[in-house]
């Protein structure tokens, strides 16, 4: 499979990547269900596919899935990208040791600052990127960045020139993708003061009610472009750019071949994420790729 360089770093990922963060309505990631042995055959299932290239975070609870992987390839010949939902340095460092712990690894590749929806929470969290950078001098990580939830942060992401990586979620068909519009669990979320409230008073199952809906969540044509044309000035500043939610969370799974093929063919995506569960799903992805 193609490998291609992230942005400015010397970082080699296939052109494919193999997600570990699927929402499954329990709350936890489908991979997170899979037993450890399984998702780790899954993984080098699409290793000897070529997909070199594995996404986790700290909330998916996929670190140790992905350390069983880790036992039969040699940890340079993988790209490990996780995330982080901390603000603060102290935070940060808590939750980047356990990362590390979870993963029985010495660094990881890419650590990103997770899900962030505004430029307000972007700068809220300097003391998180302040972390990150340390980790990155030390060699503890390759690269920096964060994963977009809004368009707002993707604007801003734009602008910080410390930031090497940008996740953001892309596909042809504008679903469950970055806008301005927010359901009122993200306008309070975004707010960081406001985070832990949300939390308390807005159970799970309310959240996921107030979220908005995925069938009236379609960006207009002229809102999708705007997420293309912000993500064509990030990767003019030699940031690399990463898709997720090619498939709009399996929503647009009758039409694989064309979402690809889509994703494949923008010049200013290096990389893009799938979240499987099956083999199945890897050599038809894999080969639908291949085919674009
Ligand atoms: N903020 C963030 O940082 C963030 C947010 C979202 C996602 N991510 C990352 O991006 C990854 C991708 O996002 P996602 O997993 O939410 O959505 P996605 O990749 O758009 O879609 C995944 C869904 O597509 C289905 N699928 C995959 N290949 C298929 C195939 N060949 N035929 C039919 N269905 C297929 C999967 O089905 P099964 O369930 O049967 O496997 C799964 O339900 C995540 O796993 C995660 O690693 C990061």
Redesign the pocket.
Known sequence: MEKVKLGRTSIKVSKL????????PSGC???ALMDKKEMAELLLYAFEHGVNFW???FQ?GTHRHIREALRHVRRQDVVIAT?LVSSHEKETEKMFSTSLKELGVEYVDVC?M??LRTKRELSYKQGALNELLKYKKAGKVRAVGL???GLSALKAAAEVPEIDLV?A?I?FAGL?MDSDRMGLYDQLASVSCLKKLAKVILPKNLTAALRPKIDTDSLSETNRREVEETLKVIHSKTKGVVG???????????K?DESIRYVRNLPFIDSF??????R???T??CR?LDSG
């Open positions: 990547g193999f997600g570990t963060g699927t929402a499954h990631c489908s991979q996404d986790t975070a998916y995330k990103l997770h899900g994963s977009s939830h996740w979620r596909n469950c997720m939610k090619v498939l709009a969370e399996g929503h647009l799974q009758e694989t994420l799938i979240g499987m569960t099956s199945d799903e890897i038809k992805n639908s």
